[in-house]
Every structure is written in structure tokens, then in C-alpha cells.
């Protein structure tokens, strides 16, 4: 299946926002789903994870009328890191409650800062009714490391592959990632997504560098698509009374700026700051969309074909 498409499912910042003035581009937070080869792949599980769950949840009930028939949820979720906007929709994704369900989570860990004990303190446990060893669907929570690459084969469920000497067969979804350090204090996971000669890069909660992140730039080469962190207006960033700088995250011209130096085919703005509502951000759209081609507003539901 030659399909490589995506939906976003929560486009906001920091923490969710409910009020009429952000229905337009939506109050949901950091959740981007995206649909290759037949393989559902999440990048973060804020609260727009939740309303994928639930669509996953219908789709698996009305695909038999007994349940030993139905064809079992599988997806994959891509952490960038595990602050609170990213996750707090995990354990409300329903699937995680199916028993027929495989769901692998990755996300940065090591020994000494294990995923899957970092995931198993915040989201599960004292803040939630549940403990992690009481979820029913079939989970792996994977630590990762750079020298390996995430590599899902058609019809079959995502490993962690060597980087050296790996080449992938065609019809192969390959996942590349780096640990940057630009937002504090544990720093963020960048990741490329490629599939059938196409890839997308998602980075969020990055901060860019005057002149532009090298590193960065180097890893998002002529991709076909580039969701970046857009949360501030050059304004808000600067302003010399609470000024933003160093908290983590870009302006409209830093991601228009990594959008040119890595000569991307498409930028996407993502990961908005909670407090502009609709309006602000219609103007922020007029100022920047109209005047850069392929340059798009991200908001919930909007759907971005890489066919
Ligand atoms: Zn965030
Ligand atoms: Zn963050």
C-alpha cells in the first residue's frame, strides 16, 4: 500500500485550551497521526490522541461482529519528550485498554532514565487510576538509542534495527531520530519518517539558533515535509518585559528560516502558544502563509497528503 498521509489531531502547546474562540484551530495538545504503508503511527500522545483512539476503537468494533474476528488495533507512538503536553492523552487512548491491542511506544531512555519507568511515574499509577502493569493491550515501551533506526516491514510491528550497514526493502517504514538539546531541561527528540521515497520530519518544542541549527538542518535535508515548533511571534519572543527566549521554542521565522536552510518541500506550524486564540492566529496566518508558498497553518483535522 503506497499510502503516506497525515492528520493532525492536536496542534496546541503547553497545555490544552477549551473556549469557543479556538475551535477553529483547535484547544487539543501535541498529537500528530500519520498513516503509511497501512502502519498507524502517532508523533506525541497530547490530548489529541484521545479522538484517534476513540476512531480506532470504532473502526476495530465494526470490523466483525465477534470480537475473536476483529482485526486488532496495531500503532506505533513516537514520544518527543515525556513533558506534560505530549503525554497527557496516553492513558485515555482507548486501545490501550483492548487486550487484542499492540501498541510500541518510543521515546528517548536509558538506563538510567528508563521510558518505560518515566512513563510508568507520570501518567500511570498516582495520577491515574491504573498502574502500568494493569494495562491490557499488548505494550512495548522501547528506549532509544542513535545508532539504531525504527524499521516497520509491511504487515508486521515496528523493530529497533542497527543503523550500520542497514538498507531498507522497499515498502519499509523508516524511522530516524536525534536527541537535541534546545529545549529544557531533558532536551527533545527530532524524528524523520520515510516511506516509499518521501519523508516528513517533526520538530517540536525546538528552539532555533541564530543562523539556524545546523545539526538539525543537516538531519531535515530536502525533506518533503517539515512540521516545526511555531509557538511565538517574533514580538512575544523579544518582548523585553518577559522575554522567551531560551524557554524552548521557535517563532514564525525560525521555522520559516529552517524551512529555507534544509530547503524542505513543505513547513507546517505546529505546537501554538495557548493564549492566541482564532484571531490571532488568522492574522499570523495572513502574515506568513500568503507571502511563502507551501507554508501552512496546522490545526486539528487538517490533513497533509505525501503520496
Ligand atoms: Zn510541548
Ligand atoms: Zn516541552
Keep these: 500500500m503506497a499510502d503516506f498521509k497525515l492528520k493532525f489531531r492536536g496542534v496546541r502547546g503547553s497545555f490544552p485550551v477549551a473556549d469557543k474562540k479556538f475551535l477553529q484551530y483547535g484547544g487539543n495538545t501535541s498529537c500528530v497521526e500519520v498513516n503509511a504503508g497501512g502502519h498507524t503511527i502517532f508523533l506525541d500522545a497530547g490530548t489529541g490522541i484521545v479522538k484517534a483512539g476513540d476512531e480506532l476503537m470504532e473502526k476495530y468494533i465494526a470490523s466483525a461482529l465477534e470480537t475473536e474476528n476483529r482485526t486488532p488495533v496495531k500503532t506505533t507512538i513516537l514520544l518527543s519528550h515525556i513533558h506534560q503536553d505530549h503525554l497527557l492523552g496516553l492513558t485515555f ?26 512513563l510508568s511515574d507520570l501518567v500511570f499509577g498516582k495520577t491515574f487510576p491504573l498502574d502500568l502493569s494493569d494495562i491490557k493491550c499488548k505494550l512495548n515501551i522501547h528506549n532509544l538509542s542513535e545508532n539504531y533506526c525504527i524499521v516497520i516491514h509491511p504487515d508486521s510491528i515496528p523493530e529497533l534495527v542497527k543503523k550500520e550497514n542497514f538498507a531498507p526493502a522497499e515498502g519499509d517504514v523508516v524511522i530516524t531520530f536525534y536527541k537535541s538539546y534546545v529545549h529544557p531541561q531533558d532536551g527533545v527528540m527530532v524524528y524523520k519518517i520515510s516511506y516509499n521515497g518521501k519523508s516528513l520530519i517533526y520538530a517540536t518544542d525546538k528552539e532555533s539558533y541564530l543562523g539556524g541549527d545546523k545539526k538539525f538542518i543537516n538531519f531535515s535535508k530536502n525533506c518533503d515535509l517539515l512540521i516545526h515548533d511555531a509557538q511565538y511571534t517574533s ?25 529555507r536552510q534544509s530547503n524542505a518541500k513543505n513547513l507546517v506550524f505546529f505546537h501554538y502558544e495557548p493564549s492566541y486564540d482564532d484571531s490571532k492566529l488568522d492574522k499570523i496566518k495572513e502574515l506568513y502563509t500568503s507571502q511563502n508558498k507551501n507554508v501552512y497553518m496546522a490545526y486539528e483535522g487538517f490533513e497533509f497528503n505525501l503520496e
Design 93 to 118: 487512548f482507548k486501545p490501550m485498554h483492548l487486550k487484542t491491542a499492540q501498541i510500541d511506544i518510543f521515546g528517548d531512555g536509558s538506563d538510567k532514565s528508563d521510558l518505560k519507568n518515566n
Design 235 to 259: 514580538e512575544d519572543y523579544l518582548n523585553h518585559h518577559s522575554p522567551k527566549q531560551g524557554f524552548g521554542h521557535s517563532t514564525y521565522e525560525m521555522a520559516i528560516e529552517a524551512m
